[in-house]
């Protein structure tokens, strides 16, 4: 008899039976479910992992749109065929809504233990070590490379090609940007502050490049480590619903404010660049992409309430530019 019981595992899952996850595991041929319980992290609540008489896995529910399972799918294959870095695979998507009212999908959990969970505990010297081994992760995942750049088409299931990559590039910012005047988080002087980053910066998105997924949440809290002596070592990524195909650099910015040291910030890029070597005009590049990352994060702060209540955007986004660009130095 398993010891399972109705639980509300977040507020987005709600309450679940056990015989709602034991009809999951039936159906993709998971064992018995021996315990169920939430993962430590995460911002949405959308996971319950699993244990199996057959393995370990994560059931991930109630969607943010279809779409995003869906999207999930193909960016965990494309990582899958291309990266030496772990992916959730094979990621199997139910449509069928009986079951929940949603949605869902279920996958293999990964190895190791949440980058977040480790960081939270690491005293100063260990968070260091982690940040290079965040630097390794991600230059493991820009191996999955691609012939053309462009997001993710839900019709097609697939990447599309886009031509002009500054064109789209400014499409994206602008669309952004927008956003944060629909919440009003945009004051004149920090219109005409971005206006002049793009100003002094856009040339540098002509550079060519190699096409590669970009996974656009880069943190510790989206991939796994197993630690190996004194080091960490990747065992895995996820969260993969922001990814598109694109230029590598851009993954480098969220964990550079992400993280608050400049010896953290050294230690990632270091050991990044050891295998990707930055690219000439990388310091306006990586300036752009910060201020392009930063109203992603403002505008969300701004519209939940979450953040940045008594903190002006400019004295926010300064900081945040100006550790982008330095460790190209």
Known sequence: MSPLKPM??????????????????????????????????????????????????????????????TKERRVAAFIHERSPLPAPWPYEVCDDT??????????????????????????????????????????????????????????????????????????????????????????????????AVLECNLSALRDPFVPTLVHHDFQPGNFNFAPTGNTYEPSGVFDLFEAYIADREEDLVRMLWWVKTDEQRQAFVAAYVGGNPLREDAAERLELYALADWLVIWEYGKRTGTWFENTAFLDSARPVLANARKVVS
């Open 8 to 69: 509300k595992y977040s507020e987005r899952l709600g309450v679940i039976e056990p015989d709602q996850l034991r009809a999951v595991a039936d159906r993709f041929g998971l064992g018995s479910i021996v315990n169920a319980y939430p993962p430590s992290g995460g911002l949405f609540g959308q996971n319950v992992m699993l244990e199996t008489t057959a393995g370990r896995y994560v059931f991930r529910g109630n969607p943010h749109g279809h779409v995003q399972l």
């Open 98 to 195: 009986a079951l929940f009212g949603w949605t869902y999908a279920v996958m293999p959990m990964l190895a190791g233990k949440c980058g977040q969970d480790l960081w939270t505990t690491a005293d100063e010297g260990t968070r260091v070590e982690l940040a290079a081994s965040c630097g390794q992760a991600l230059a493991m995942l820009h191996n999955a490379t691609s012939s053309t750049f462009g997001p993710y088409d839900a019709q097609l299931d697939d990447f599309v090609a886009m031509d002009d990559f500054e064109a789209w590039w400014l499409a994206r910012f602008d669309e952004m940007r927008n956003l944060c005047r629909v919440v009003n988080a945009l004051s004149t002087e920090s219109e005409r502050f971005i206006d």
